[in-house]
């Protein structure tokens, strides 16, 4: 008899998610398998922003979720939309140029409200995300679709939470184990996983593992080795624990690897954050209210149309074009005029500040007289209409390269700028799963008795990815996958 019923490798939102589902579903003895130290628990998940981007089709239905919402936010279920799934699919398929795997699309976006809606009866609390998405327009709120709810105390709590939760079903926790090889029967069947843990290196049986460990954000060498320069320089923004290890585990035994192994998703950050995420600053080296400004690289130069769309649809692609600029460094300059739509989260930063553009310009570190020109030709270019940051106002500026919405001039003293890298966040390369989030082989056959989600379920995301979808995603994939394996 295995010990186990289940095995779950890794403690973020996917795997927890995974251990609660497969107790639920009957599995007696769940074990959850964390690489980290306790005081280092709970992977990306913990640095999060907790925002949770879920389908639903009026906005009654986010009255269960988060029945004391009005008392924080005034008006917020008649100031909320609609984010159908169809919306949720355009966005995804937009964002992915159309590479997202229409399968797995498909249950992402079918079950994120159903799975939004079991997280929160397990007993994960949600809240308004305020900070994140929204827009204040006077004393109401301009909410972006689909990225409206989030864990109550962002990541940190989502993570608390799970831990929470899955304790009090039951469920064990292993911290300071690694997992290091899947073990197989003759007959091909996962039975278990031999681990490292203060008493060495030894087996543990199950019936069946579940992976949910990551993909390989913090394994500078895998970085190298398949997203190639400058990954091999990237910070990270979160966990050091994500270094490939549930992917070569699960390739080792032949699994089929599935999505774009060259991609990940890079946010802009502080050029001054540190190598790996800080366990207390969390997502706030974040910097993306760019599309209120104008970002330059050191040749002083513009180099991404910062208002192609709103945030949630660039920020993920923005990191990496920043780390690929001279240096890895652009800086992000905005006037008095748009001060107040800046994201809370830049109060972690300290910007550079002056009443002239030319005052900015010669503190920052990049050619001075061609970025005054490109300001003076962006300004030239900026439209006279009506900026509105709650709508793709279609306010441009016509340069060869444009800024398509909210390209107002830069005319408003105190101009300020931001330093800003590209930070990585996770990658996109996967193993293929089916519906029932077993992984595939390349023989296109279900390995008997494993199954992944999370990071590690690769097709969905390319190039980009729509904000908010990452932990929808861990969601719906981690409690399909730890109920599949409890039956
Ligand atoms: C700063 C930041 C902000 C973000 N904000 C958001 C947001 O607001 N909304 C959103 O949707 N997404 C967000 N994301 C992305 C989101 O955090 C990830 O998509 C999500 O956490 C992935 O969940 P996961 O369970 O797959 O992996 P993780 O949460 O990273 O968990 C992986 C786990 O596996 C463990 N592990 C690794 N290797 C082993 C091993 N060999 N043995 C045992 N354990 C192992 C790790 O220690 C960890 O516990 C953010 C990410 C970061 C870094």
């Known amino acids: ?178 997992a290091l090889r899947l073990v197989q029967d003759r007959r091909g069947r996962v039975t278990g996983v031999l681990v490292q843990d203060a008493a060495g290196v030894h087996e543990l049986s199950a019936r ?66 540190p190598p790996y995420g800080d366990r207390k600053l969390t997502d706030k080296t974040n910097r993306l209210s760019y599309p209120y400004g104008v970002l330059v690289n050191r040749h002083g130069r513009r180099f991404f149309d910062e208002g192609e769309d709103f945030q949630l649809y660039t920020y993920a692609k923005l990191g990496g074009i920043i780390l690929g600029q001279p240096g890895g460094v652009a800086y992000q300059i905005f006037d008095a005029k748009v001060a107040h739509l800046l994201e809370g989260r830049y109060k972690t930063g300290r910007p550079l500040v002056g009443d002239t553009l030319a005052k900015v310009v010669e503190q920052l570190t990049l050619d001075h007289d061609a970025c005054l020109a490109t300001l003076e030709s962006y300004n030239a270019a900026a439209s006279h209409g009506v900026f509105d940051p709650t709508a793709r106002d279609g306010l441009a500026a016509a340069l060869a390269l444009p800024k398509s919405n909210w390209a107002q001039r830069l005319d408003t003293a105190p101009f300020v700028a931001y330093p800003v890298t590209g930070g990585i966040t996770f990658t996109f390369g996967g193993v293929r799963v089916n519906e029932r989030a077993q992984v595939m082989s390349t023989s296109w056959a279900p390995i008997p008795g494993l199954y992944a989600c999370g990071e590690m379920v690769g097709g969905l995301f390319h190039g980009n990815y729509p904000g908010g979808t990452g932990l929808m995603s861990g969601a719906v994939f981690g409690r399909i996958a730890g109920a599949n394996a409890a039956g």
């Not at 394994?219 to 990270?236: M, Q, S, T």
């Not at 979160?238 to 599935?258: K, Q, V």
């Not at 060259?262 to 502080?270: A, E, L, R, W, Y």
Request: one cysteine or more; aromatic letters at 8%; proline letters at 6%.
């Open 1 to 178: 008899m295995p010990e186990h019923d289940v095995i779950v490798v890794g403690a973020g939102n996917a795997a927890l998610a995974a251990a609660v589902a497969a107790r639920e579903q009957g599995a007696t003895h769940v074990v959850v398998l964390e690489k980290a130290p306790p005081a280092l628990r709970g992977g990306n998940t913990h640095y999060s922003g907790g925002l949770f981007r879920f389908a639903f089709a009026r906005n009654d239905d986010l009255r269960p979720l988060v029945p004391e919402a009005e008392r924080h936010v005034r008006g917020f279920f008649q100031d909320v939309v609609p984010y159908p799934r169809e919306l949720f699919l355009q966005d995804l398929r937009r964002v992915t140029d159309g590479r997202t795997d229409p399968e797995l699309a498909e249950i992402l976006i079918g079950r994120s409200y159903d799975t939004v809606t079991w997280m929160s009866s397990q007993g994960i609390v949600l809240e308004p995300a305020v900070s994140l998405s929204a827009v204040r327009v006077g004393d109401r709120v301009k909410w972006s679709p689909g990225a409206v709810l989030r864990a109550r105390h962002e990541g940190v709590g989502l993570s608390r939470m799970w831990f929470e939760i899955a304790e009090k079903r039951g469920v064990a926790i292993r911290y300071d184990t690694s």
């Open 208 to 273: 069946a593992v579940v992976l949910g460990c990551g993909g390989f954000e913090a394994n500078p060498e895998w970085r190298a080795r398949y997203l190639g320069r400058p990954w091999d320089h990237a910070k990270v923004r979160g966990t050091r624990y994500n270094t490939g290890d549930g992917l070569r585990m699960a390739i080792e035994i032949g699994a089929l690897p599935h999505g774009q192994w060259t991609g990940c998703h890079s946010t802009p950050i502080d050029a001054d954050a």
